[in-house]
């Protein structure tokens, strides 16, 4: 079958995109990383993604007037290449609902928490401060509003005794990277398709750590 051609936006460090890399190298993963684009010039990950052969682009925020000129010019980019779904991954800068709604349900986030718990920044930081017992990752379809919009997969991280920011998220990051990938995998093959605000999701199993949308 034809592989899905996507797009990975980063603004650091690059892990959750490097995952996306490896998982694409396997021939049966339904997509294939076309383009790798940061809106910051010095990410790590941009490094990473040339090493392994895919291209590369920069769109600098800091060169544009305003969100709408930066945001036009980045979905230029990405449709350049031909990507058919984008993936943020670790990308910082809030999209206004412009470009969310002109790739509505072809536009994926991961964020650090169990959504709709701790949306925004420092949240192993606010899991600890909340004394939550259970913590971990959610990847979704982006709507207008941050880390906000349909669910496609949550994995489970237990917060231990002694934790610090820095200890429950190395341990959240490596529950992103394995539930990432397998949640790009389900949108790329039309398994996580969105109906009615909710993903209905056609598969048989998952990986026992993913908790995954109820309703189906
Ligand atoms: C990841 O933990 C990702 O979930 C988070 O930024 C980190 C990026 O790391 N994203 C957000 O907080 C978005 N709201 P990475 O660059 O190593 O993938």
């Given at each position: 079958?034809?592989?899905?051609?996507?797009?990975v936006?980063i603004s650091g460090r690059g892990s959750n995109m490097q995952?996306?890399?490896?998982?694409?190298?396997?021939?049966?993963?339904?997509?294939?990383?076309?383009?790798v684009?940061s809106?910051n010039?010095?990410a790590a990950g941009l490094e990473i993604a040339?090493?392994?052969?895919?291209?590369t682009?920069?769109?600098?925020?800091?060169?544009?007037?305003?969100?709408?000129?930066?945001?036009?010019?980045?979905?230029?980019?990405?449709?350049?290449?031909?990507?058919?779904?984008?993936?943020?991954a670790g990308?910082?800068?809030?999209?206004?609902?412009?470009?969310?709604?002109?790739?509505?349900?072809?536009?994926?986030?991961?964020?650090?928490?169990?959504?709709?718990?701790?949306?925004?920044?420092?949240?192993?930081?606010?899991?600890?401060?909340?004394?939550?017992?259970?913590?971990?990752?959610?990847?979704?379809?982006?709507?207008?509003?941050?880390?906000?919009?349909?669910?496609?997969?949550?994995?489970?991280?237990?917060?231990?005794?002694?934790?610090?920011?820095?200890?429950?998220?190395?341990?959240?990051?490596?529950?992103?990277?394995?539930?990432?990938?397998?949640?790009?995998?389900?949108?790329?093959?039309?398994?996580?398709?969105?109906?009615?605000?909710?993903?209905?999701?056609?598969?048989?199993?998952?990986?026992?750590?993913?908790?995954?949308?109820?309703?189906?």
């Amino acid at each position: 079958m034809a592989k899905t051609k996507i797009a990975v936006l980063i603004s650091g460090r690059g892990s959750n995109m490097q995952a996306l890399i490896e998982a694409a190298q396997d021939e049966d993963f339904p997509a294939e990383i076309v383009l790798v684009a940061s809106n910051n010039p010095d990410a790590a990950g941009l490094e990473i993604a040339r090493a392994a052969g895919i291209e590369t682009e920069v769109v600098n925020h800091r060169e544009f007037d305003d969100r709408e000129s930066f945001e036009e010019a980045l979905d230029s980019t990405i449709r350049l290449y031909g990507a058919r779904i984008v993936c943020l991954a670790g990308f910082m800068r809030i999209l206004t609902p412009w470009f969310t709604e002109r790739w509505r349900d072809l536009l994926i986030n991961i964020h650090p928490s169990l959504l709709p718990a701790f949306k925004g920044l420092h949240t192993h930081e606010r899991a600890l401060e909340a004394g939550v017992r259970i913590h971990g990752c959610t990847v979704h379809y982006v709507r207008p509003e941050m880390d906000d919009g349909p669910i496609i997969g949550q994995a489970a991280v237990p917060v231990l005794p002694g934790d610090t920011p820095d200890t429950l998220s190395a341990r959240v990051l490596q529950a992103e990277h394995a539930l990432y990938a397998q949640c790009v995998a389900l949108a790329c093959s039309g398994k996580a398709r969105v109906a009615g605000e909710r993903v209905r999701l056609q598969v048989r199993e998952f990986g026992a750590e993913l908790l995954m949308n109820p309703h189906d």
